[in-house]
T-cell receptor, first 116, second 114 residues
Framework: GENVEQHPSTLSVQEGDSAVIKCTYSDSASNYFPWYKQELGKGPQLIIDIRSNVGEKKDQRIAVTLNKTAKHFSLHITETQPEDSAVYFCAASIEGRGSTLGRLYFGRGTQLTVWP | DVKVTQSSRYLVKRTGEKVFLECVQDMDHENMFWYRQDPGLGLRLIYF???????EKGDIPEGYSVSREKKERFSLILESASTNQTSMYLC?????????????FGPGTRLTVT
């Protein structure tokens, strides 16, 4: 099955700096790559996703990039704020015909801490 | 507003007890999932279900079973709880088709087995 690796496991940045979290995947058939944010005491929540026909996607201070050749995708957060502190998970999946019914393969997570 | 609810936020059980964790979603989703979350190990899939009375093993099904008698409800069962099953348990749901596999998570149940 798919194997997703995520780095770093912990990341500390000063407020206003940028944060980058990187993931790699093993299955070349994967074509959907979501990112989830988990705040303390809550379940993970989707914050952004990208599909394989797109190289980059932005949503305000958050961006995701995808390199299908290298099987690598990254989350970029600019102008970080203390409320960005959370655990972030990357995931990979196969959408479309023959897909595994919406199963997501998650990375192990990154604890991001933004210091004021 | 979409909602996935889990029956308990915190649960303490004794070794050998049978434990039921309940999950209910109100979005008419076909797919439901049970994960356990441990520090440094991320989200590990225990079981998932894509229809009523259907189930599929995830990556760590040993020691667990599931039940899905109604579309909105997915139960995780620990037949004989052990201390190594102390963990955070997360339920999620998603719909099939429509090009989006976004999973909606419940708040989690922190289970302690003593």
């Amino acid at each position: 099955g798919e194997n997703v690796e995520q780095h770093p496991s912990t990341l500390s940045v000063q407020e206003g700096d940028s944060a980058v979290i990187k993931c790699t995947y093993s299955d070349s058939a994967s074509n959907y790559f979501p990112w989830y944010k988990q705040e303390l005491g809550k379940g993970p929540q989707l914050i952004i996703d990208i599909r394989s026909n797109v190289g980059e996607k932005k949503d305000q201070r958050i961006a995701v990039t995808l390199n299908k050749t290298a099987k690598h995708f990254s989350l970029h957060i600019t102008e970080t704020q203390p409320e960005d502190s959370a655990v972030y998970f990357c995931a990979a999946s196969i959408e479309g015909r023959g897909s595994t019914l919406g199963r997501l393969y998650f990375g192990r997570g990154t604890q991001l801490t933004v210091w004021p | 507003d979409v909602k996935v609810t889990q029956s308990s936020r915190y649960l303490v059980k004794r070794t050998g007890e049978k434990v039921f964790l309940e999950c209910v979603q109100d979005m008419d989703h076909e797919n439901m999932f049970w994960y356990r979350q441990d520090p440094g190990l991320g989200l590990r899939l225990i079981y998932f279900s894509y229809d009523v009375k259907m189930k599929e093993k995830g990556d760590i099904p040993e020691g667990y079973s599931v039940s899905r008698e109604k579309k909105e409800r997915f139960s995780l069962i620990l037949e004989s709880a052990s201390t190594n099953q102390t963990s955070m348990y997360l339920c999620a749901s998603s719909e099939t088709g429509r090009g989006s596999y976004e999973q909606y998570f419940g708040p989690g149940t922190r289970l302690t087995v003593t």
